[in-house]
């Protein structure tokens, strides 16, 4: 069975439910107007029965709406739990032809003996895979000449005597930081001029 026919076989049971239980306190609404005296009018109904009918009909209401805020939880529970399982597919399609050019690359570097032509090989899968990065929405956290942001590097060294000019800037990249979507996925690690 498939998520929808099972959600569409639960609605039908509750329907199903909430029909009898209605059909049950039509029966005892029934009975109660039976046993009133017949010259009364509509106007004049006993205001316990016009109260008794109108909780009937909240009860109903609330039932459809009981049933129908399960199914949305159940239906978000399930969406939740597919996009946690398949959230990382995106990704790993990304991903995947560079892998293709990579396995290219080891078979065709144990043909060759020239070392420019395998740097160049490699180059370009690099380029290739930060085309892909960026694709996903990473980007590299820029250092060079840069001041020093406790938010997007972390300060692993302090090199005294760089002078005013390079005091608070950013020397060296030590290792290179990432952001996905504006967020800090890695901190750069960075020296940073005294």
């Known amino acids: 069975m498939t998520e929808e026919e099972i959600l569409n076989q639960e609605e039908e049971e509750l329907q199903d439910t909430v029909a009898s239980e209605t059909v049950a306190s039509d029966s005892v609404a029934d009975e109660a107007a039976a046993d009133a005296p017949a010259e009364e009018s509509e106007e004049e109904k006993d205001p316990l029965e016009k109260a008794l ?3 009937e009909q909240l009860k109903t209401q609330m039932l459809y709406k009981t049933a ?3 199914n949305y939880r159940k239906r978000t529970l399930k969406e939740k739990a597919e996009l946690i399982l398949n959230g990382g597919e995106k990704a790993v399609s990304a991903v995947l032809p560079i892998i ?4 290219r690359a080891i078979e065709n570097g144990a043909k060759t003996d020239d070392p420019a032509v395998l ?3 490699m180059e370009i899968i690099y380029n290739k895979f930060v085309k892909a990065l960026e694709g996903l929405g990473v980007k590299e956290i820029e250092t060079e000449n840069a001041d020093f942001n406790t938010d ?3 300060a692993v060294a302090m090199v005294p005597g760089m002078g005013d000019d390079k005091k608070g800037k950013v020397i060296d990249c030590l290792q290179k930081g990432y952001q ?3 967020k800090v996925i890695r901190h750069a690690k960075v020296a940073v001029g005294q």
């Not at 293709?100 to 396995?103: A, L, N, S």
């Open 119 to 121: 740097r160049e090989g």
């Open 53 to 55: 009918a109108e909780i």
């Open 100 to 103: 293709d050019d990579m396995e």
């Open 68 to 70: 129908e805020f399960d």
């Open 152 to 154: 997007v590097h972390e």
């Open 180 to 182: 996905l979507n504006d």
